[in-house]
């Protein structure tokens, strides 16, 4: 069955889940990934500015492209939440103190 990104949950999981009851990683530096997982919210935080941008490579478990394919996320603005199936997450430009949240879903 394909995950089904923030409509994988039940309501009182669902609420959990938007409140990182499950955990999130915390990413900061050029390169720095999660590894493999299951996550299904990218929070992006800090920043010298409110326009510091920070980009993003993930893989996800479906959605645009192919089941497990990469996608760059250009230009992500600290502030912005973006949802997803994501099974990895990889900042590739950091931006100046900022805080990339990788929220924890439940297994797929």
């Keep these: 069955m394909p995950h089904r990104g923030i409509r994988q949950y039940q309501g009182d999981e669902s609420g959990n889940v938007g409140l990182g009851q499950l955990g999130f990683k915390v990413l900061d530096t050029n390169g720095e990934s999660t590894g493999d997982g299951n996550f299904f919210m990218i929070k992006v935080l800090g920043g010298l500015s409110t326009a510091e941008v920070v980009r993003i490579a993930v893989t996800t478990h479906q959605g645009d492209g192919s089941?497990?394919?990469?996608?760059?996320?250009?230009?992500?603005?600290?502030?912005?939440?973006?949802?997803?199936?994501?099974?990895?997450?990889?900042?590739?430009?950091?931006?100046?103190?900022?805080?990339?949240?990788?929220?924890?879903?439940s297994d797929v």
Excluded: H, M, Q, R
Aim: aromatic fraction near 10%; include cysteine.
């Design 67 to 105: 089941t497990g394919s990469a996608i760059n996320l250009d230009d992500v603005l600290t502030g912005e939440v973006v949802y997803g199936c994501f099974k990895n997450i990889t900042i590739t430009t950091p931006g100046t103190d900022v805080k990339v949240l990788c929220y924890y879903g």
